[in-house]
């Protein structure tokens, strides 16, 4: 591609891109095809010469739009937000024609000191003191990955790697039921065995761990020559957004030498307003935290914030420096694939440099707190209606409800029906929890261009299909 095809071309993606957006609400917000559908519209070979740019593009529209799912829809109240937004979609492009692969410090020294300064910002102005260094990090299952191997490093005096985890102690995980399933997948992808993730029971409005049966856990299984090696906190979980009393929580950990890591993937981003930092009283005593701006801060996928006290510790954990990495001369700076699992690593800190520099954090600080302002206004609004109940209260943007008229007897079965409706329906998108034992329906608030009225639209639907389950 010459450069004027190639100028014409980018200009039709920025154009096409500006018009998606503002045309987005248009949409069905979930794709409303059926499995293959898009699959069977591919060629089954891939062209032996290359094809126009025109097709290609217009096949873009005809064959994958349809499939698509609108998460930058304004009505998208599903799962947890990936809201981006004009800044940081300006920072892709300009990432995208860099591609850069910033895996050490010489291979653009840019990359690496603005991802320092980016995240010193952030660890400001979500309040974590400076006892902190931040790095980003692909996901928050990749951050918590990498606390868990920082943590088994640490209890095993730092010999798991070298030596393997073959007769060596039991290593116990602790953390509630609320937890998201990265979790999981971080104990198993460390070796330490689903059986030694041993659920703490929860308490309390926020469904948070019981503080001393965690430390009962903890002595129980020292006493039983088990080795406690790390405590998963959670603030915000996925399901009903559970936060962990993590004052309580990182006494425990502080009195067992056990190290903390706190999973804010989603309630991270609203610790930037300072009345909501209550839930994360006590952060500043764990070893780490993580939260994604890539859900909840206007920046795009991907880019989680993961925070450590003890750099070394995570250094000491990952880094590797084979001969065909060394920078002869350059070595002893920041090479930021030492604190991450995969050795390549995008541009990340560019759109979050744009995003905060472009809203500033007072901006951004207004547009969560009217997220939070609309999620419980309707919660509210669905209390009071006698048909429906809010299952869980709102924590920040998230609260679950479901539809209980009287005439009805299985609330589980009725409550799966609606929500196929509502997400065939298409004017909004939600998705479901189990909570006590139930089949409840989540709804969160965070998109970038979300207003009330499309808080309430969304809330209309609900009703509106709602009612014609009767008769249907
Ligand atoms: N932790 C929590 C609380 C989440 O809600 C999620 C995803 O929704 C994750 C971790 C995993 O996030 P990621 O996709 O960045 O790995």
């Known amino acids: 591609m010459d450069d004027e095809t190639f100028r014409a071309w980018a200009r039709r993606a920025a154009d096409w891109s500006v018009d998606y957006l503002a045309g987005v609400g248009e949409r069905p917000v979930r794709a409303q095809v059926a499995p293959g559908e898009i699959f069977r519209q591919l060629p089954e070979t891939p062209p032996a010469a290359g094809e126009p740019m025109e097709r290609i593009f217009s096949d873009l529209d ?40 910033c895996m050490l410090w010489q291979t653009s020294p840019a990359a690496t000191e603005l991802e320092t300064r980016v995240m010193d910002w952030l660890r400001q102005m979500i309040g974590l003191p400076d006892a902190f260094t931040g790095v980003i990090q692909d996901s928050a299952s990749g951050a918590t990955l990498a606390a868990l191997l920082t943590a088994r490093e640490r209890a095993l005096g730092f010999t798991g790697n070298a030596k393997g985890l073959a007769g060596g102690p039991v290593l116990r995980v602790y953390a509630s039921e609320q937890v998201h399933s990265s979790v999981d997948k971080a104990v198993r992808i460390a070796g330490l065995g689903d059986a030694n993730l041993r659920r703490i029971p929860v308490t309390g409005p926020l469904h948070g761990m019981d503080p001393e049966a965690l430390d009962a856990a903890i002595r129980a299984d020292r006493e039983a020559g088990l080795v406690p090696a790390a405590i998963v906190a959670c603030l915000g979980g996925t399901g009903i957004g559970a936060c962990d009393p993590i004052e309580a929580v990182a006494a425990v950990a502080r009195r067992h030498d056990v190290f903390l890591h706190v999973d804010a993937a989603w309630a ?20 780490s935290l993580v939260f994604n701006p890539h859900k909840w801060l206007f920046t795009h996928f991907d880019c989680s914030a993961h925070f450590v006290r003890d750099p070394k510790a995570l250094t000491d954990t990952l880094g590797l ?4 990495l060394r920078t002869l001369g350059r070595d002893g700076v920041v090479d930021y ?22 809203y500033g954090v007072e901006a951004l600080r207004d547009m969560i707190r009217a997220h939070v302002a609309w999620a419980r206004d309707l919660a509210g609004i669905i209390e009071a209606d006698p048909d429906f109940e809010v299952t869980s209260a709102p924590v920040l943007s998230l609260f679950s409800f479901r539809y209980a008229p009287a005439w009805a007897d299985d609330l589980d079965a009725l409550n799966a029906r ?21 089949f409840v329906i989540r709804f969160q608030v965070g998109q970038t261009t979300t207003t009330r009225e499309d808080v309430m639209m969304a809330w209309a639907a609900v009703r509106d299909l709602a009612a014609g389950l009767r008769v249907g």
């Not at 610790?271 to 839930?279: A, K, Q």
């Not at 420096?321 to 065909?324: G, L, T």
């Not at 800190?349 to 905060?356: M, S």
Request: charge should be positive; proline fraction near 7%; hydrophobic fraction near 45%.
């Open 62 to 101: 005809r064959v994958v739009m349809p499939g698509m799912t609108h998460w930058q829809h304004p009505r998208f109240f599903a799962y947890f937000p990936a809201n981006a937004s004009p800044p940081s979609l300006v920072a892709e492009f300009v990432t995208a024609a860099l591609a850069a692969q």
């Open 268 to 287: 991270g981003s609203a610790m930037i307003c300072p009345e909501f930092r209550d839930l994360m009283r006590g952060a500043d005593l764990a070893d």
């Open 321 to 324: 420096r084979p001969a065909y």
């Open 337 to 358: 694939n030492e604190w991450s699992i995969p050795l390549g690593r995008r541009f990340r800190a560019l759109k979050l440099w744009f995003v905060i520099r472009s």
């Open 418 to 438: 609606l929500l196929e409706r509502i997400n065939d329906d298409g004017r909004t998108y939600l998705t479901q929890t189990r909570h006590e034992g139930r």
